[in-house]
């Protein structure tokens, strides 16, 4: 299984957006549910959001309203569009794809919401 690739982490404001971007190859993707978590330093990694491969979704509370995720089977990519973003934000995330059982996690990529 390949490992997936997230990009689009960086520095932003508070109140800012940004879009993260988890791609991975191969004809599983389809198949595959995918999700986003993230590490804040000094915590455990949490879930953020989930995709199934039939589009259900799942949010953590604390994202609700604001985090969108969403998933293009044709370029086998996930996204996660981030906006009104916080300091509490401020974590590595990390792409996660799973299917039959088994799941592979992208490297991460680190967002960072400071003034």
């Known amino acids: 299984q390949v490992r997936p690739v997230e990009s689009g982490g960086g520095l932003v404001e508070p109140g800012g957006s940004l879009r993260l971007s988890c791609a991975t190859s191969?004809?599983?993707?389809?198949?595959?549910?995918m999700s986003w978590h993230r590490q804040a330093p000094g915590k455990e990694r949490e879930l953020v959001a989930s995709?199934?491969?039939?589009?259900?979704?799942f949010y953590a509370d604390s994202v609700k309203g604001r985090f969108t995720i969403s998933r293009r089977n044709t370029e086998n990519t996930v996204y996660l569009q981030m906006s009104r973003l916080t300091p509490e934000d401020t974590a590595v995330y990390y792409c996660?794809?799973?299917?039959?059982?088994?799941?592979?996690w992208g490297q991460g990529t680190l967002v960072t919401v400071s003034s």
């Open positions: 995709i199934s491969r039939l589009g259900s979704i």
């Open positions: 191969g004809r599983i993707f389809a198949a595959s549910t």
């Open positions: 996660k794809q799973q299917v039959d059982g088994s799941y592979s």
